[in-house]
């Protein structure tokens, strides 16, 4: 077995090439989820065990969490060896947790991604394992969200919609629920981008994909880990991660705006010559407050892109490795 990189978690994270005794992973990114691991473990272990793999192991990612997760999964390891657990220095987000696990998975064939609440029912697996072995990408669409608060609902309609108009491809509300094969997993990552957004990368590299639907269940306990805040910041990083087109509200604005200005300089140049000029206070209270607008919306609009080269330039990993308990299993073996 190869050894492990000496600096696990820098940019480019080299990870784990597959092991030949790992057909699967299932990477499972965790934060703050000491309550749900064990049903989780509880419903996903007669699954993976049935589900005739020559070797599988699960790798939960601890995104840093500060409750009982960490006590919770070494509890867990103990009687199920296939379980890995990769902890994280800080919490470093939802997609870092799961880039992290990719970049760690040793499936040979591929690897599942699911969240660890049990929204992503377990028993989808193995139709996502059956569809992957005739493409290489599965996703899981939802089918029914009726169990998402409005708001949710809402909000998700809303960002998937602007993704496609904006060119995104992929199918429509499908979370990191999916199959991934071994060649997409490598094609990710070999990618430069650190802080990538999952669900539009992998479909955007257009290897052949297939979908399998299911139902959404609920929360198995605790609350949701993305409050509206979080749920912002991805879809600003999905926008700008995935299409320019926003820096082109500029362009827009500007030619739209020229057009306005030629027919008001046609109007006032008429109104000069006829001798009717009046004081004009509205017309000039809402030039200046509209172009202002939208001058700052478009500097805005910049800043999203400048910011984020300036993050991309910095070249920081978007999450560190604090430990992988697959270190602590090759350390105790005897050596010689
Ligand atoms: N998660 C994570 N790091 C975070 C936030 C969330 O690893 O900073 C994990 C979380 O434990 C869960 C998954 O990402 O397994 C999805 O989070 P959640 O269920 O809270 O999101 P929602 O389903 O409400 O969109
Ligand atoms: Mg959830």
Sequence with gaps: MPASPAEPGVPGD???PGDPGVEVSVV????QEAEVLPRLVERLRPVLDAAGLAGYEVLVVDDGSTD???AVLARLRRSWPQLRVVRLRTNAGHQAALSAGLARARGRRGVVTMDADLQDPPEVLPLLLEAGRGADV???VRADRSVDPLLKRATAALFYGLLRRLGGTG????GDF???SREVVDTVLRLPEQHRVLRLVVPELGFPAAEVTYARGARAAGRTRYPLRRMLRLSL??????STAPLRLATLFGLGGALVSALLLLYALGSWAFGSTTPGWTSTVVAVTVTGTLQLLCLGVLGEYVGRLHVAAQGRPAYLVARDSLDDERDDRPVG
């Design 138 to 140: 599965v996703y899981a």
């Design 171 to 174: 199918p429509a509300q499908a």
């Design 237 to 242: 990083d999905a926008i700008t991660g995935s």
């Design 68 to 70: 009982a997760t960490p």
């Design 14 to 16: 080299p990870g784990d």
């Design 28 to 31: 499972v990114p965790a934060y």
């Design 178 to 180: 999916r199959w991934t």
